[in-house]
């Protein structure tokens, strides 16, 4: 207790020091969230570029989410164990390499593994972005101010994801969106090389079977899912990966039992609030980029638009997550993370509903602005006060364990929902009695529904989160005295 209330004072006493780590925080979050979108509306001229097949293509996508999905609860682990700008500085390094890796690929081979390492920079530096929140910032506004620009970097980053791929590729051709990285990951690595330094923690084991086993699992996981829209939910493909993925995170559960510094802090899941925080990443990611997805999809073969209008046509939804961090960021600090994470989940619940209405013969006006305007204000109330119930109460030195978490849940929600909902639209397109543009509006309006009542079932979870209870449990005694006392010696 008399650590952490030292280390909250230290934070306090550092005005200049804070401005970096927010930068950080947004920089980085805005990066890792761009690049999920980054190339999709780029691929077809990626494949006619370097000739990918159909099914190589996917691995463009499948590569980042892959390395990314894989490596998050142990990026996240490793930056409390060690330095976290250590860690932030390798991270955002490979990211910068591979970025120019990518640009530079003379072929479809080369591209997929600068995706994969690009994938395996953000799992470093993403939870440690997050991890800085907790460990900076006291709770209250300032914290609260802090996950507002984490969720506005969150949102804003996918959706310009879309936005950037439609016009440089338009513009300046597909390997622009690899280079556009660059000056983001400079602009973000001076910001971390200006960060406080950080003791790395003493007497502390890497729990080194828990990370194998909850990398693979997660891993496997990631794979069998995203095979599933390739090869169908039935395929080896799928199943093989997916339940291999099962039995190695059981296997990790029954390892962090045991472990006497664990990966992941089992007893963390008594806590309702960290659940709730994390079944909502789960189920709200999911209906939130499929709905990406599938609005991208009707704007180009249902709406006639191009690629360049395409990505403009998304710059409503991201002045409304602005407007809506602003206003989240005061609210949350006098209602609390539950009001906001129902509310906000609802709206945006009601705005991808409006989206599953839209027709071809609809416009920007019918079908795309008013739509994008509720969903965004709802979504970005609810990403700050799902920062804010994930993190409220944890111990600094935990910080990057529940940020790596939360991350893999949003990812392995926006894995699942996608595959899932694209597996239905395709069912609905080819038993709809229409044929053409109409067959495929509705399929996208079926999956948009569904990816609505996604959003209104993670909503609806945080009212298991008790009114007044922030704080998250401390580690339990028996697993936690003997490591925090060599820590506490070694540090006096």
């Not at 993403?126 to 900076?136: I, S």
């Not at 599933?228 to 962090?256: I, M, N, Q, R, Y």
């Not at 795309?368 to 600094?396: D, E, K, N, R």
């Not at 529940?402 to 899932?420: D, P």
Request: charged share 10%; proline share 4%.
């Amino acid at each position: 207790m008399a650590e952490t209330s030292a280390s909250e004072s230290r934070s306090a006493q550092l005005p200049r020091g804070v401005g970096w780590v927010l930068a950080c925080v947004a920089g980085i979050q805005f990066l890792v969230s761009l690049d999920l979108s980054l190339v999709n509306v780029a691929l077809p001229a990626i494949q006619a570029d370097v000739g990918l097949s159909d099914a190589a293509l996917s691995w463009v996508v499948t590569a980042y989410v892959l390395l990314y999905g894989g490596f998050l609860l142990a990026g996240g682990r490793l930056g409390d164990l060690f330095s976290r700008r250590h860690v932030l500085v390798i991270g955002m390094s490979l990211f910068g390499i591979a970025s120019v890796l990518g640009g530079l690929a003379p072929n479809g081979g080369v591209l997929i593994a600068a995706r994969a390492l690009q994938g395996f920079g953000a799992a470093l530096v993403a939870p440690a972005a997050l991890a800085l929140v907790t460990v900076y910032f006291p709770e209250g506004q300032g914290r609260s101010k802090a996950l507002g620009l984490w969720a506005g970097a969150t949102l804003i980053g996918g959706a310009l994801g879309v936005v950037l791929s439609g016009v440089l590729t338009e513009i300046w051709g597909w390997r622009a969106v690899m280079f556009v990285n660059v000056p983001i990951v400079l602009a973000c690595s001076v910001a971390v090389l200006r960060l406080p330094e950080q003791r790395p923690q003493m007497g502390i084991r890497i729990d080194v079977a828990g990370a194998v086993l909850v990398t693979a699992g997660m891993a496997s996981l990631v794979f069998g899912v995203s095979m599933a829209e390739l090869e169908g939910w039935s395929s080896p493909w799928t199943l093989g990966p997916a339940v291999a993925g099962v039995a190695a995170l059981a296997a990790f559960v029954l390892v962090e039992r045991r472990a006497i510094d664990p990966m992941m802090r089992l007893d963390l899941f008594r806590h309702r609030a960290v659940v709730a925080a994390n079944v909502f990443a789960l189920l709200v990611t999911g209906g939130q980029l499929a709905s990406f997805f599938f609005v991208s999809l009707h704007m180009q073969q249902v709406l006639g638009f191009d690629a360049l209008a395409t990505g403009v046509a998304f710059l409503p939804f991201c002045l409304g997550s602005a407007v809506a961090m602003a206003i989240a960021t005061k609210l949350l600090p006098r209602l609390g993370p539950r009001a906001l994470l129902v509310t906000g989940g609802l709206i945006g619940a009601l705005g991808i509903a409006w989206f599953s209405l839209g027709s071809p013969d609809g416009t920007f006006l019918s079908d795309i602005l008013g739509p994008s305007i509720v969903t965004s204000l709802g979504l970005g109330a609810g990403f700050v006060a799902m920062g804010g119930a994930a993190t409220t109460g944890v111990p600094q030195e935990d910080a990057g364990m529940v940020s790596g978490l939360l991350n893999s849940s949003r990812l392995l929600g926006g894995s699942l929902g996608l595959a899932a909902l694209a597996t239905l639209a395709a069912s609905v397109t080819s038993g709809s009695d229409e044929s053409g543009v109409a067959a495929a509006s509705a399929g996208y309006s079926a999956a948009l529904l569904c990816a609505a009542g996604l959003v209104a079932l993670g909503a609806l979870a945080c009212l298991s989160i008790p009114r007044g209870a922030d704080t998250a449990p401390k580690p339990d005694a028996d697993t936690a005295t003997a490591p925090r006392a060599s820590r506490t010696a070694s540090d006096s």
